[in-house]
């Protein structure tokens, strides 16, 4: 494929996101004091982040976002201390990230950190000198089905990441158990076309692009049973096998059976100190 439809792919994938979110997206515009709680809590997902990493909650970690949405990920580590900027292609979406942000610092937890947003394709972004100490994304290298096209997004990530900085991809597992029902009934708001991503697969992009070293974590396991729209006893039996599946002790399971049943892949990356 030459340049000009690489291109054009990414501008598909980029029109199809600012139609998905146009309306709404994944942000809450409504902090509460139980919200500030979450904030210091941060997901589960960050905690694991967070101990692979070692950067501290609290720390003034220079973070970036690529392909921020509306700032779901983004603003509590924002409201933690940390330096975050979040990059976007959808002006509709940012404007609800600024709202985000805004109720944050009106809110009962006035942040610690600072933010900042900027809309334009990820690939064009230019930090000069100021690299970052973490560089992310959630849910969004899948959507680029072209592999070329895709890999410049990851190189993109490590070039504005700090020699001996992080980079962390969480990708959906391609390989879970209702993966095909997933596809054919447009579970989970499955609307957007994606790869099939393996641990091996994003293990082997991020070493390919500069990592030293990649931690994949198999995360969510059996989150693929809160998409299936059970109902009744099945949904409460969805529910309890889900809740006993996140005790950590269960990541011990077999390589086999957490990629036949992690929801997703955090992919825990540090970019070599030399480069």
């Known amino acids: 494929m030459n340049q000009g439809a690489e291109e054009g792919e990414s501008a598909l994938v980029a029109e199809a996101w600012r139609q998905e979110l146009k309306a709404q997206g994944y942000e809450s515009l409504a902090v509460t004091a139980r919200s500030c709680l979450k904030f210091r809590l941060l997901s589960r997902s960050w905690r694991r982040i967070l101990r692979h990493t070692g950067l501290g909650r609290f720390r003034p970690v220079r973070a970036l976002e690529f392909g921020c949405g509306g700032g779901v990920h983004l603003v509590p580590l924002f409201a933690n201390g940390w330096d975050c900027t979040g990059v976007d292609c959808s002006e509709e979406v940012l404007a609800r ?22 809309c334009r394709d990820f690939i064009d972004l230019d930090p000069g000198n100021n690299l970052y100490d973490l560089t992310f994304q959630f849910g969004v290298l899948e959507h680029f089905l072209n592999d070329k096209e895709r890999m410049r997004y990851v190189q993109k990530m490590f070039d504005v990441t700090r020699p001996g900085g992080f980079v962390v991809s969480a990708v959906p597992n391609g390989c879970h158990a209702i993966r095909q029902a997933q596809r054919e009934q447009g579970l989970g708001g499955y609307r957007i076309p994606e790869i099939d991503y393996s641990s091996e697969q994003i293990e082997a992009e991020m070493k390919q692009c500069g990592a030293s070293e990649v931690k994949v974590l198999a995360h969510d396991l059996y989150g693929y049973l809160r998409i299936r729209g059970a109902s009744g006893i099945r949904k409460i039996a969805d529910h309890l096998v889900y809740y006993t599946f996140q005790v950590p002790l269960f990541q011990l399971m077999p390589a086999s059976f957490l990629s036949r049943h992690a929801y997703w892949w955090l992919a825990v990356a540090r970019k070599s100190p030399n480069s």
């Open 97 to 118: 990230a600024h709202q985000y942000v805004e109720a944050v610092r009106k809110g009962p937890c006035p942040p610690r950190g600072n933010i900042a947003f900027v």
